[in-house]
Structures are given as structure tokens and as C-alpha cells.
């Protein structure tokens, strides 16, 4: 499997406050994704990184910002976290974008906000 | 990137085969076919995936029709712990960096005792 950690695992918090989600690598992928995943939805792309400070929205952004300092680290931070926020969040990271590269997803986090 | 259609649900008996049809009529020449599942509460796992010829690696076969409007993945030895959703995706190079993987609903495979 690849190196993929997610931390927190869990999380519950309040409405209105901010939330850091963190993703780290030890593949040396260019390329890290975050996406969420809800009932009746699928997985959705929120933000995705092609480098160190180089980062793109996906298909569900708003709310939502990211940070990429290091090639390992990819930081989802949710600055006013909101009850339609509650999900499950994957990181997926992968070498190239190429059609035929592979993403490999990593454990998740699952968000309550309240 | 190409949709795909795939039944809901489908069983198999531990130790057969399970053959697990997607139809992707929409797809063009340079979208590849991929396989995932995802197992309960866990994050999607790959599997497999091709663009013309028929693939095999340790977890499973992949089947594309010559046509390549349909393909079947193939888990010759269906364990308990295949039990999962398993979502077919094509996916195309969108030209502007990256691209996002479109999962559908898949289809939740039961694996019976």
C-alpha cells in the first residue's frame, strides 16, 4: 500500500470554528488530492496540489482552502466549519497526471461538525 | 471523461468467480478503463486498470471488449474479504494539469459463504 497517513482519523467539532485536516506521504508523489466523500454523492475532488505551493480547485471548493510547504504534506483547513461540511475526507496522492497514473487513496478522516 | 454504468448489486459464492460488468459506450480512443473498490469505512483501493488489451496482476483480470464500450473485472477466487463496492471509471488527461477521478455508485459485491 502506499506511504498515505491522515490525521485526525476522527473528529467532532462545533460550527464556526476552524478545522486542519492533514495528509502526509512518504512517495515523493508530485501530486496530492484531497477529495470528500457523502451519501448518494460519490467522491468529489475539493483542492489538489501539482507541487510544493502550487494547488488548483477541484469540482467543491468553497469553503475550503489548502496548503502544500513540503512535497510530503498536504494541509485541508476548513476556516469556519459548517454542519454541510461533515463528511468523510480522502487524500489521494499519485506521480503524474497522466491519464494513466494511478491514485492511491489514503485511510480518511471522518469530520462531524455539530 | 466517459460515463459508466454498472449494477447495483451482485453476489458470489466464496471460492467463484466474480465477474463484474461495466458498460462504457461513451468512451474514446484515449480514455483508460480503471477498477477500484472500496471496503467499508476504508479509503478506495486500486485494482486494476487498461486501455485496450486485456490486464492481469495479482488481485485480478480486467476484460475490455474489442469494441471498448464494456469491460469485466475478474476475481477468480472471491474471498469474505472481497466484499465491497467496486466502481469502474474512465478517465482522460483533462490538459489542464490534473484531473479528479469520477466515481460513480458502483456495484456492492457480497461475497457468500
Known amino acids: 500500500d502506499a506511504g498515505i497517513t491522515q490525521s485526525p482519523r476522527h473528529k467532532v467539532t462545533e460550527t464556526g470554528t476552524p478545522v486542519t485536516l492533514r495528509c502526509h506521504q512518504t512517495?515523493?508523489?508530485?501530486?496530492m488530492y484531497w477529495y470528500r466523500q457523502d451519501p448518494g454523492h460519490g467522491l468529489r475532488l475539493i483542492h489538489y496540489s501539482y507541487g510544493v505551493k502550487d494547488t488548483d480547485k477541484g469540482e467543491v471548493s468553497d469553503g475550503y482552502s489548502v496548503s502544500r510547504s513540503k512535497t510530503e504534506d498536504f494541509l485541508l483547513t476548513l476556516e469556519s466549519a459548517t454542519s454541510s461540511q461533515t463528511s468523510v475526507y480522502f487524500c489521494?496522492?499519485?506521480?503524474?497526471?497522466?491519464?494513466?497514473?494511478?491514485?492511491?487513496f489514503g485511510p480518511g478522516t471522518r469530520l462531524l461538525v455539530l | 471523461d466517459a460515463k459508466t454504468t454498472q449494477p447495483p448489486s451482485m453476489d458470489c459464492a466464496e471460492g467463484r468467480a466474480a465477474n463484474l460488468p461495466c458498460n462504457h459506450s461513451?468512451?474514446?480512443?484515449?480514455?483508460?478503463v480503471y477498477w477500484y473498490r472500496q471496503i467499508h469505512s476504508q479509503g478506495p483501493q486500486y485494482i486494476i486498470h487498461?486501455?485496450?488489451n486485456n490486464e492481469t496482476n495479482e488481485m485480478a483480470s480486467l476484460i475490455i471488449t474489442e469494441d471498448r464500450k464494456s469491460s469485466t473485472l475478474i476475481l477468480p477466487h472471491a474471498t469474505l474479504r472481497d466484499t465491497a463496492v467496486y466502481y469502474c471509471?474512465?478517465?482522460?488527461?483533462?490538459?489542464?494539469?490534473?484531473?479528479?477521478?469520477?466515481f460513480g455508485k458502483g456495484t456492492k459485491l457480497s461475497v457468500i459463504p
Open positions: 512517495e515523493n508523489h508530485r501530486y
Open positions: 461513451t468512451i474514446s480512443g484515449n480514455e483508460y
Open positions: 487498461g486501455l485496450k
Open positions: 489521494a496522492i499519485s506521480e503524474s497526471a497522466r491519464e494513466r497514473e494511478t491514485q492511491y
Open positions: 471509471i474512465v478517465r482522460a488527461y483533462s490538459g489542464a494539469g490534473s484531473y479528479q477521478l469520477t
